[in-house]
């Protein structure tokens, strides 16, 4: 009963400290038990401050900064800002109009790729009649209408790339995921979409798009920039999607609508493939 008293009298006095009713007037000792309480914390209470849910580009971000020798500090997302401005000021002027942006139009020839029947290889004339078609749907605007390229998009079949997919077995778009994987020693969730892959004999092959602008004085250089930019998000697509088909995932692709070109993504760093044999 006594030492029940002391503990609420010490616990009475902290209240009050805490409240501002009083000044402590408490000795040392007590003073020390209050701010031993108060400061304490639990060895892992850093975990708690983890999240939980990422999705695979944030994860993929991280992947790339350390593969630079980076930290994601606010430094590095001010340069990596910097070098996006630096780009989007080199476009053509036509592209540097107000509303359209880059993430504008991935969206829209994502959307257009998604419903998109890959059936045959697409002409541009008929992709235009395709995309008046989606307008008068209400799947686009007519705004976002303008934004596409049609030529942009037949090109794409006349890759080898897009000729596999044509004559696959079964075709499969943007395929929603979530992957259990641990991180910190935690248990945590990726979020992600796959854009598009299909089925041959042997396995899957994997196809994400991007609609990044790349200049064509140093192309080449700019398609290993985007290599290395998007194979950590490449790869952890691949391991949801053995997941998901039970299948192994024996290519990976970009596809890249500025220069027209499928470029294999590999495991290992290696100079990518260029996929680009046309008629």
Not at 125 to 146: G, Q
Not at 239 to 261: C, D, R, T
Request: aromatic letters at 10%.
């Amino acid at each position: 009963a006594l030492q029940r008293e002391e503990d609420l009298r010490k616990n009475d006095a902290v209240i009050r400290v805490m409240s501002g009713w009083e000044d402590s007037g408490l000795d040392t000792k007590l003073e020390e038990e209050i701010h031993h309480r108060l400061s304490f914390r639990y060895e892992d209470s850093g975990r708690n401050e983890l999240k939980t849910k990422y999705t695979v580009s944030e994860l993929a971000w991280e992947e790339q900064m350390k593969g630079e020798g980076k930290d994601d500090s606010s430094n590095h997302r001010m340069d990596a800002a910097a070098d996006w401005r630096e780009a989007f000021d080199q476009r053509p002027a036509f592209l540097q109009a107000k509303d359209l942006t880059g993430a504008d139009r991935g969206t829209i020839y994502h959307r257009v790729m998604e419903v998109l029947p890959f059936d045959h290889r697409w002409k541009a004339e008929e992709i235009r009649d395709f995309v008046s078609d989606m307008v008068k749907r209400e799947l686009l605007t007519a705004e976002e209408a303008k934004m596409i390229q049609p030529g942009k998009i037949s090109a794409f079949f006349r890759t080898g790339l897009g000729k596999r997919l044509v004559k696959a077995d079964k075709v499969y778009k943007e395929i929603s995921f979530n992957l259990k994987k641990e991180r910190n020693g935690l248990p945590i969730t990726v979020q992600g979409t796959i854009d598009c892959y299909f089925s041959e004999k042997d396995g899957v092959v994997l196809v994400d798009y991007k609609s990044n602008f790349v200049d064509n004085r140093k192309e080449e250089e700019e398609i290993q920039r985007l290599v290395c930019r998007y194979r950590p998000q490449l790869l952890m697509y691949k391991e949801a999607l053995e997941k998901i088909s039970g299948q192994k995932v024996k290519q990976m692709y970009l596809y890249l609508f500025g220069p027209g070109k499928a470029v294999e993504i590999f495991e290992q760093e290696e100079r990518s493939h260029h996929d680009d044999k046309k008629e």
